[in-house]
C-alpha cells in the first residue's frame, strides 16, 4: 500500500487561497484513485473531490464546485486541492486518500471506497 501524508494547511482570510499537498510513497501512486475529505468536529467525515488514477475524470462536492481544483501529478507522486474564494465554513482538517482503482468504471466518493488515509492538514478559515 501507499503511504500519504499531507501538507499545505494553515490559516487565510476569507476570500483568499490555498494549496494542499498529497504525497505518496510506497506502492505505485499511479494505480490508485485519489480524494479528498474534511471533517469538523463531531461531524462525519465529507467528500470533497476526487480524480482517477490517469488524471483523465474529476468530481466534487457541490458546497466546493467552481472554487476548489483537484489535480495529480503521477510522475512526482503528489495530488493537490487548489482552494479558491475559501469562506468560514471551508473550516476543517482535510485528509487525502487513496482508492486503488481496479476495475472501477468511475470515480469513488465515498469513504468505504478508500484503503488508504493521510494523517490530515488543518485549514482555518477566518471572518
Known amino acids: 500500500q501507499v503511504q500519504l501524508v499531507e501538507s499545505g494547511g494553515g490559516l487565510v482570510q476569507a476570500g483568499g487561497s490555498l494549496r494542499l499537498f498529497c504525497t505518496a510513497s510506497g506502492r505505485t501512486f499511479s494505480s490508485y484513485d485519489m480524494g479528498w475529505f474534511r471533517q469538523v468536529p463531531g461531524k462525519e467525515r465529507e467528500f470533497i473531490a476526487a480524480i482517477r488514477w490517469s488524471g483523465t475524470s474529476t468530481y466534487y462536492a457541490d458546497s466546493v464546485k467552481g472554487r476548489f481544483t483537484i489535480s495529480r501529478e503521477n510522475v512526482k507522486n503528489t495530488v493537490y486541492l487548489q482552494m479558491n474564494s475559501l469562506k468560514p465554513e471551508d473550516t476543517a482538517v482535510y485528509y487525502c486518500?487513496?482508492?486503488?482503482?481496479?476495475?472501477?468504471?468511475?470515480?469513488?466518493?465515498?469513504?468505504?471506497?478508500?484503503?488508504?488515509w493521510g494523517q490530515g492538514t488543518q485549514v482555518t478559515v477566518s471572518s
Open positions: 486518500a487513496a482508492a486503488d482503482a481496479g476495475l472501477r468504471v468511475g470515480v469513488p466518493t465515498l469513504r468505504y471506497e478508500y484503503d488508504v
